[in-house]
């Protein structure tokens, strides 16, 4: 089975600062290339566990007595690490997003390359997918994710076009969308629009930013002192909420501090913003927009 090559891979294991007997988690399991070189550098008592809520990644798991792969959403990372006996590990690797294996499988609903059903979830156990968004949101919620999550700004001329349509027929696949929304697809600016379009059910099917805001509260309290996190997004929403969480601790607000202007947020970066290379792009098309933040949980809160 065909998945992506792993984004920034180097530079997002550097960042864990692997000890060879540790504990490590991978939460996006995907194809396990990430996870493969975590192992490459672990010793013999190390451990790495992976999250993977895709069915189809269980075909990448690898042989190896130091790895457990958990088919599970990485929101529930604390409760399923505890089932294994773990309550603290040494560092945690995301690479958010879609994966190409999802986008290149045309029934999955995830690209805008390919005719396939309106699906878009990365469960496919989930009870919700693209085509019940398209067909049953009332036109105030569909003008909304699209604003919030497709960040575009004629959300609601989109989401009446979309209210319009479907009832005349019922709207079941990615082309049929893309048919009825080609008013608003100039064609310079098509692909661009059409992927903020998809984009933003497709984060609201699978709920992205509620998990990945999930996901970072957990890590003050999974992380040893002086652990590692090390993040790959994709798109400015998730940059901003993982750039955000690493400098404040939090999603919105400001951050208290005490008499003495002292804050206390949990965790603190570690370096600058890495962005692939040149030569990476030109060799993975997926890693143009990758964003690599690396942080740690600061000593005082041990």
């Given amino acids: 089975m065909s998945y992506h090559n792993p984004v920034l891979l180097h530079e997002s294991i550097d960042a864990l600062d692997i000890k060879e007997n540790g504990v490590y988690v991978d939460v996006t399991f995907g194809g396990g290339g990430h996870s493969r070189e975590i192992l490459n550098r672990l010793g013999e008592n190390g451990r790495l566990f992976a999250f993977d809520q895709d069915p189809d990644a269980l075909g990448n798991v690898i042989d190896d007595d130091r790895f457990t792969l ?3 959403n990485f929101r529930y990372i604390t409760r399923f690490l505890r089932f294994h006996g773990v309550r603290k590990v040494d560092g945690v690797l995301a690479d958010l997003g879609v994966s190409s294996h999802q ?17 878009m979830r990365m469960n496919q156990e989930s009870k919700t997918s693209a085509r019940e968004i398209v067909n049953k949101y009332s036109e105030e919620k569909l003008a909304d994710i699209l604003f919030m999550y497709g960040e575009l700004r004629n959300s609601r001329n989109i989401a009446k076009t979309i209210v319009e349509e479907r009832e005349k027929e019922k709207i079941e696949t990615s082309f049929q969308l893309k048919t009825i929304l080609k008013r608003y697809l100039p064609n310079a600016k098509e692909h ?15 709920e992205e930013l509620d998990v990945l805001k999930e996901f970072l509260e957990q890590m003050p309290n999974l992380l040893k002192e002086e652990g590692r996190l090390s ?9 901003r909420l993982v750039k955000r969480f690493i400098r404040t601790g939090l999603f919105k607000g400001e951050l208290e501090k005490d008499v003495f ?5 949990p965790m ?15 060799m993975n098309n997926r890693a143009r927009s ?7 949980l600061k000593k005082e809160r041990a």
């Fill in 261 to 265: 202007g002292r804050s206390n947020e």
């Fill in 103 to 119: 986008f290149d499988e045309a029934e999955r609903g995830f690209s805008t390359r390919f005719e396939g059903v309106l699906d």
């Fill in 290 to 296: 990758a964003k690599l933040r690396i942080a740690t």
């Fill in 192 to 206: 661009k629009i059409l992927a903020q379009i998809f984009q933003a059910i497709r984060i609201e099917v699978n």
């Fill in 231 to 239: 993040v790959i997004s994709y798109h400015s929403l998730e940059d």
């Fill in 268 to 282: 603190q970066k570690v370096g600058k913003l890495i962005i692939p290379k040149a030569e990476e792009v030109k």
């Fill in 70 to 72: 958990i088919p599970e």
